[in-house]
């Protein structure tokens, strides 16, 4: 089983749906968490950065993490076809100095 | 603006040669990291730099050899001991070096065999 597990979709919306991306990971060891935006020919861009349960919010993207079921999620609300990219998340396990990285899930929001 | 540029944007590689892939930074990092990123792989470390004039092997070190002789600067090369170097390599950077911390992307290399 892969540390951190991501469904590569690939997902299709209408514009303006929600959108809900999700991860879930094995190992408990001390938890940051990010969730990477990455369109095709370019480098990841961090959306958000996370260390504890709950909601973390910045514009239409709220971050979500459940440790007790070991799940973190990322929800797009008002989604945009400029949204249409591949999303990663990605776990920082504390003294390792690697990040541990989901394959990513391919989004694609239909006008 | 600061940020990670990479070049060239596009490489090939002839048999047998050796090429070197650049990666500057202007943000005063301190930790550099390589990644190779091929399609259904996700993201696979290759080497990283915690500070200048040290670095670490990541997961799929083999073929590839970097140096780190100034902060800003992390070039990696891809030697002919690398026998599947078609992929998308990528160069990222963090403020300080520690699993909790956020990496920054530059746009990254294509590198392909001619």
């Known amino acids: 089983q892969k540390e951190v597990e991501q469904d590569p979709g690939p997902l299709s919306v209408p514009e303006g749906a929600i959108v809900s991306l999700n991860c879930t990971y094995s190992?408990?060891?001390?938890?940051?968490f990010m969730w990477y935006r990455q369109y095709s020919r370019k480098g990841p861009e961090l959306l958000m950065y996370?260390?504890s349960s709950g909601n973390k919010e910045d514009g239409r993207f709220t971050a979500q993490v459940d440790k007790s079921s070991k799940y973190i999620s990322l929800f797009i609300r008002d989604s945009q076809p400029s949204d249409s990219a591949t999303y990663l998340c990605a776990k920082a396990p504390g003294n390792n100095r690697k990040l541990i990285w989901g394959l990513g899930t391919s989004l694609a929001v239909n006008p | 603006d600061g940020g990670i540029t990479q070049s060239p944007k596009y490489l090939f590689r002839k048999e047998g040669q050796n090429v070197t892939l650049s990666c500057e930074q202007n943000l005063n990092h301190d930790a550099m990291y390589w990644y190779r990123q091929d399609p259904g792989q996700g993201l696979r470390l290759i080497y990283y730099s915690q500070i200048v004039n040290d670095f670490q092997k990541g997961d799929i070190a083999e073929g590839y050899s970097v140096s780190r002789e100034k902060k800003e600067s992390f070039p990696l090369t891809v030697t002919s001991a690398q026998k599947n170097p078609t992929a998308f390599y990528l160069c990222?950077?963090?403020?300080?070096?520690?699993?909790?911390?956020?990496?920054?992307f530059g746009d990254g290399t294509r590198l392909s065999i001619l």
């Open positions: 990222a950077s963090s403020i300080a070096p520690g699993g909790d911390q956020p990496q920054h």
């Open positions: 996370t260390y």
């Open positions: 190992n408990s060891a001390f938890q940051y």
